[in-house]
């Protein structure tokens, strides 16, 4: 048996080491040089919305510190950088004209990743879709196919070469159970009706991006999903059901017609009427080879039967477990076991660990610009340890980036929940690495071995 101390936890050669950011949630000046609102924009003015109306109006200011950021990158040694491109700056009404500041913008940040040895790996719709589509119908519009693949045939045609590994969408589950089942995210439609065909449309527009990018790139291109392991809080037959209901309901809804090119059965079970009827043409859209998947990670959930809305399952809160300020249990096996799980499922397709972290609440920053975040620092070291172990077993993983580069926008939860590596004070909009980035610093240029 290992002892933990003496494993040799070095990754594999060309382990892809980073972090992950998403515009909205650090960017601010959202209508700056010509661009359009978004939905975020729009709902996070929406009073009542979001935690004391917070909005992204200003976030991290990264839109005019984006220089310091990649310093601060370089200096923490980071190999690449996820980042997302907000949509209605490229393309202020959504299609047609192109502006060409909000392109100059990202052209900028990726030539300055590059000049800094950091590697871009950028996501074409991290959730803020602009408000010009949304007034035609959004993810509900058929149309929605085709203009996700314009918008990113432009950004193919501007930076393909220097970015070498692209995303079409970060977490269709989420935007879909959030935005249009129970409403709590943008743009805050609760229908049974319409969260299937918004998932559906967003997957077609998904493999009618990635068709654009076989015309225009040259490289690779791929799909974020956040997966939640689901574990039977019993064996009895509801909770197994349950169980089964929540698995296909939030990991294979995506996976599977993207990479199998077909839905799973329960999903017709849990949406009865409301689940629609799909072409064969549609499954075979999305259905595009893509070059390696991204799993966001964070928690898993122990599962059982109850009258939830329309799942009929929940988690239960484990007694023993260790909690998040987010409120989910901290439990790193889940992780091996979603990457095993994948490669079991789907075969030998390259895996990032595209998100991966933790919000606790994190002391200020005391004198001498030290932050101590040694829950953070616990929480990645078991994650990565876990990711070392699916590695073993032989799964494809080829790097991890841990989110997020910075305290950021917490979506609904506005500034409330810290998940950076670097404190941001958003008063003064000050970055302060914190105890984990110098740690991680150390995990990256040990290759792992200091795990
Ligand atoms: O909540 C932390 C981050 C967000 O800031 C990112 O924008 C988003 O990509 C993102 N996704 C998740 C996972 C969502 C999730 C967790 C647990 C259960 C269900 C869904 C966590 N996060």
């Given at each position: 048996m290992h002892l933990t101390q003496d494993k040799d936890y070095r990754f594999p050669e060309g382990f892809l080491w980073g972090a992950a950011t998403a515009a909205h949630q650090i960017e601010?000046?959202?209508?700056?040089?010509g661009a359009g609102p978004s939905i975020w924009t729009r709902f996070a003015h929406t009073p009542g919305m979001t935690l004391n109306g917070d909005t992204g109006d200003v976030a991290c200011d990264h839109y005019h510190r984006w220089k310091e950021d990649v310093r601060l990158m370089r200096e923490l040694g980071l190999q690449a950088y996820r980042f997302s491109v907000s949509w209605s700056r490229i393309l202020p009404g959504g299609t047609g004209r192109v502006n060409r500041k909000g392109l100059d913008f990202y052209s900028r940040l990726v030539d300055e990743l590059l000049a800094n040895g950091i590697e871009p790996l950028l996501t074409l719709y991290h959730w803020d879709l602009p408000a010009a589509l949304d007034d035609r119908g959004g993810w509900l519009n058929r149309d929605c196919a085709d203009w996700f693949a314009e918008y990113g045939s432009v950004l193919f045609r501007e930076l393909d070469g220097r970015v070498k590994k692209w995303v079409t969408l970060n977490e269709p589950w989420v935007i879909t159970d959030g935005g249009y089942l129970h409403g709590a995210l943008a743009p805050g439609h609760r229908n049974r009706y319409e969260a299937p065909i918004a998932s559906h449309n967003l997957m077609r527009a998904h493999g009618a991006a990635v068709q654009a990018y076989r015309a225009e790139g040259r490289h690779d291109i791929g799909l974020v999903v956040n997966i939640e392991p689901k574990y039977p809080a019993s064996d009895s037959s509801g909770d197994l059901a349950a169980t089964r209901r929540a698995h296909a309901y939030m990991n294979e809804q995506y996976l599977h017609p993207a990479l199998l090119g077909r839905y799973p059965d329960e999903l017709a079970e849990i949406f009865g009427d409301a689940w629609p009827q799909v072409s064969d043409a549609d499954m075979r859209q999305i259905r595009q080879p893509i070059d390696f998947i991204g799993i966001n990670y964070y928690t898993r959930a122990v599962t059982r039967a109850d009258?939830?809305?329309?799942?009929?399952a929940g988690s239960v809160r484990q007694p023993l477990g260790t909690y998040t300020e987010?409120?989910?249990?901290?439990?790193?096996?889940g992780l091996t076991d979603t990457l095993v799980w994948f490669r079991d499922t789907y075969g030998d397709l390259p895996i990032y660990v595209t998100e991966n972290g933790a919000a606790f609440f994190d002391p200020p920053?005391?004198?001498?610009g030290r932050v101590r975040d040694p829950l953070r620092i616990d929480y990645l070291r078991k994650h990565l340890r876990a990711i070392h172990d699916a590695i073993a077993a032989g799964v494809d993983v080829r790097g991890y980036m841990a989110w997020s580069l910075l305290d950021n926008l917490e979506w609904?939860?506005?500034?409330?929940?810290r998940f950076g590596i670097i404190h941001v004070?958003?008063?003064?909009?000050e970055r302060t690495p914190k105890d984990s980035a110098r740690w991680f610093s150390g995990i990256i240029g040990s290759h792992g071995r200091a795990l």
């Open positions: 601010g000046s959202p209508l700056a040089d009258d939830s809305w329309p799942l009929r987010t409120g989910w249990e901290v439990f790193p096996q920053v005391a004198e001498g609904s939860l506005g500034y409330s929940k004070d958003y008063g003064t909009l």
